[in-house]
């Protein structure tokens, strides 16, 4: 088991930045791989970032590409989401996740951070 808790979410004004933070424990760490997904109001959630166990390797949608940043630090078994020009569209609950094999589905879930973005 993995335990997952987000922070650093908050109010923000468009074009704004804000890092929010997942700490996890129970097991290594860097054992596995990790994802940021988020969820608005009336929508889906969705795919936001990802990044591979050693950070080699990150993945992002294309609706953040070239404005989110992810990363890790697995010494602080951390992970980071880095958002920069934010949109009112960023709005959402992001959460942050876990899996052990990169083809396999994520299978521990944080309780999600809020993240506001003003217009």
């Known amino acids: 088991q993995v335990q997952l808790v987000e922070s650093g979410g908050g109010l923000v004004q468009a074009g704004g930045s804000l890092r929010i933070s997942c700490a996890a424990s129970g097991r290594t760490f860097s054992n596995y791989y990790m994802g940021w997904f988020r969820q608005a109001p009336g929508k889906e959630r969705e795919f936001v970032a990802a990044?591979?166990?050693?950070?080699?390797?990150?993945y992002y949608a294309e609706s953040v590409k070239g404005r989110f940043t992810i990363s890790r630090d697995n010494a602080k078994s951390t992970e980071y989401l880095q958002m920069n020009s934010l949109k009112p569209e960023d709005t959402a609950v992001y959460y942050c996740?876990?899996?052990?094999?990169?083809?396999?589905?994520?299978?521990?879930w944080g309780q999600g951070t809020q993240v506001t973005v003003s217009s």
């Open positions: 996740a876990a899996k052990r094999a990169f083809n396999r589905e994520y299978e521990f």
């Open positions: 990044i591979s166990w050693n950070g080699v390797s990150t």
